[in-house]
């Protein structure tokens, strides 16, 4: 029997009732945070910091958000006070997106039925999800689905998700919440190429969505991903005594630029679309180096991303939050048509989307 296309299938379609974004107190500038990863990693003899400097100017970033201030980054920290802090923090920030994302869908706590929430960054048992329903007094009978160890491809995979539950239960309500705290994740002794990266692009963030079937809103269509053999090395945390060790390749780039393109058309067409297909593209904005990889990979004039630069200038990356905060951005010009939204995360992983009012 022929596969049809989902596009083409009759049936529910979740939609995009409302979506959220919300960002904790601290700002931080980038030229405050070059002289700070400076002095510190200056005063040891293991950095490479002057080498490495020029990324700060270079990462098309203004501008970060933090739940703690510049000050907390200068002394060492361990693992259970970057958890409890974590903690303290994520819950308050989500529910923020939460309540925003439930005033604009016109409804109550109380109307929710399912929550999903992607979060990497920290670990929370109970989940937050649980700790949502509690903070924000949900019913004792909604559906809880926590998802944890997708990172920046969390955004994208995490919808797809919270879409499959909303299209199995058509008049149901589901929230999508993504909270990352990524700044906690820094490591004060670790000289190591991947965490001066770390701190040129990391800020934190929160968002949240309303998923239904019978509302307004952009259509989700279909979800897909790609996981490259033999790439586990690429992308992902190190769990150390001091916290999460981030590990980043430097091939990043290049593999986007060499193998992004053929995963993205295999998807399209198994939804029966192409590249011409698409009124848009919404990215995850790793850096400023996967942005122009992308562009190349989708042959595109240069800078042609604008909203994911934007939101990278404005709020660095928070890992899987950030690219709903690029869909939030493309929302308030008016997005019209079809989109494919994409990410990348451990795995290493592609995360792909379809969505839009076509």
Not at 179 to 185: A, I, N, P
Not at 207 to 226: N, S, T
Not at 303 to 323: F, P, Q, W
Request: net charge neutral.
């Amino acid at each position: 029997m022929p596969v049809i296309p989902i596009d083409a299938q009759r049936g529910p379609v979740p939609r995009l009732v409302s979506l959220a974004t919300a960002v904790p107190p601290h700002v931080l500038r980038q030229e405050d945070v070059a002289r700070f990863a400076k002095i510190l990693f200056g005063a040891s003899n293991e950095s490479d910091i002057e080498r490495l400097l020029p990324a700060f100017a270079n990462a098309g970033i203004e501008t970060r958000y933090s739940c703690v201030p510049l000050d907390w980054y200068r002394k060492p920290r361990g693992w259970a006070e970057k958890n409890r802090l974590y903690i303290e923090n994520a819950v308050p920030l989500a529910a923020d997106a939460v309540l925003k994302s439930l005033a604009q869908a016109g409804l109550g706590a109380r109307d929710v039925d399912t929550i999903v929430t992607v979060s990497t960054s920290g670990i929370a048992t109970p989940s937050l999800d649980a700790l949502l329903v509690e903070r924000l007094h949900m019913r004792r009978d909604v559906e809880r689905m926590p998802i944890f160890g997708l990172g920046c491809a969390g955004g994208v995979l995490g919808l797809t998700r919270a879409a499959a539950l909303a299209r199995a239960a058509p008049h149901s309500t589901v929230l999508f919440v993504v909270v990352e705290l990524c700044g906690l994740t820094f490591r004060h002794a670790d000289r190591s190429k991947s965490n001066v990266i770390a701190t040129v692009l990391f800020g934190d963030g929160a968002a949240a969505c309303v998923l239904r079937c019978d509302g307004p809103g952009l259509g989700i269509r279909r979800g897909g991903e790609y996981t490259w053999p033999e790439s586990l090395d690429v992308m992902g945390w190190r769990v150390a005594d001091d916290g999460l060790g981030v590990l980043f390749s430097r091939d990043i780039p290049a593999l986007v630029r060499r193998d992004l393109r053929a995963a993205a058309d295999d998807f399209l067409a198994r939804a029966g679309l192409t590249v011409a297909d698409l009124d848009g593209l919404i990215c995850h904005p790793g850096g400023a180096k996967v942005l122009d990889a992308l562009e190349e990979a989708f042959d595109l004039a240069p800078g042609s991303m604008v909203d994911a630069r934007a939101v990278l200038a404005r709020y660095g990356n928070m890992s899987a939050a950030t690219v709903l905060f690029v869909l939030a951005r493309a929302m308030e010009r008016g997005l019209e048509g079809r989109y494919l939204m994409s990410a990348l995360g451990p795995g290493f992983t592609a995360a792909f989307l379809t969505l839009g009012t076509a």
